[in-house]
């Protein structure tokens, strides 16, 4: 069943002082207690919460990047990642019954489409989107993340709207 983004609480996104901002959607006070973090040694960076840490787990030909709570008994909230490579391939939903949304959104000032499976109350978004890294090896960025309430999916999708490219 595909079901339009508008049942959820997202919001239109626009920029705020060279970021992209959740309109009431997001804390302000949550949005102000982020903090830039390096995306391992990759040459990107993005805004995350200060008690967030960055694994990275490297292949052959990508790296995978996934940000979680430090405090490992925190099963609440969000999570989520970054593959860098040129073969990404996007998660299927859990279940037949898990509902579809689409989003449309700006990464690294390019449009991307957002896919969101809603399985009981449980989300997963993602997306794929020109790294524009030049390298050769990570041409693709898989971006995705797993969010327990419409709030915590809001707060994960404006993460994502932080993440740039170093120069």
Same mark, same amino acid.
């Given at each position: 069943?595909?079901?339009?983004?508008?049942?959820?609480?997202?919001?239109?996104?626009?920029?705020?002082?060279?970021?992209? /901002?959740? $309109?009431? #959607?997001?804390? @302000? +006070? %949550?949005? !102000? &207690?982020?903090?830039?973090? *390096?995306?391992?040694?990759?040459?990107?960076?993005?805004?995350?919460?200060?008690?967030?840490?960055?694994?990275?787990?490297?292949?052959?030909?990508?790296?995978?990047?996934?940000?979680?709570?430090?405090?490992?008994?925190?099963?609440?909230?969000?999570?989520?990642?970054?593959?860098?490579?040129?073969?990404?391939?996007?998660?299927? /939903?859990? $279940?037949? #019954?898990?509902? @579809? +949304? %689409?989003? !449309? &959104?700006?990464?690294?000032? *390019?449009?991307?489409?957002?896919?969101?499976?809603?399985?009981?109350?449980?989300?997963?978004?993602?997306?794929?989107?020109?790294?524009?890294?030049?390298?050769?090896?990570?041409?693709?960025?898989?971006?995705?993340?797993?969010?327990?309430?419409?709030?915590?999916?809001?707060?994960?999708?404006?993460?994502?709207?932080?993440?740039?490219?170093?120069?």
């Amino acid at each position: 069943m595909i079901v339009l983004l508008t049942t959820l609480t997202l919001t239109s996104w626009g920029k705020n002082n060279g970021h992209r /901002a959740v $309109s009431s #959607s997001a804390d @302000t +006070a %949550y949005i !102000k &207690s982020l903090e830039e973090r *390096q995306i391992g040694g990759s040459k990107y960076s993005v805004f995350l919460p200060t008690d967030y840490a960055i694994k990275e787990t490297n292949g052959g030909d990508f790296s995978i990047y996934s940000f979680y709570p430090t405090d490992t008994t925190n099963h609440t909230g969000f999570s989520g990642g970054f593959y860098f490579g040129n073969h990404p391939s996007q998660f299927p /939903a859990k $279940s037949k #019954s898990c509902k @579809t +949304a %689409y989003l !449309k &959104s700006e990464i690294l000032d *390019q449009n991307v489409n957002w896919t969101i499976y809603n399985c009981n109350g449980n989300y997963l978004i993602q997306t794929i989107t020109n790294s524009k890294s030049g390298e050769g090896w990570n041409e693709l960025i898989h971006i995705f993340g797993n969010a327990k309430s419409t709030k915590d999916l809001d707060k994960l999708l404006f993460i994502f709207t932080t993440i740039k490219k170093k120069e």
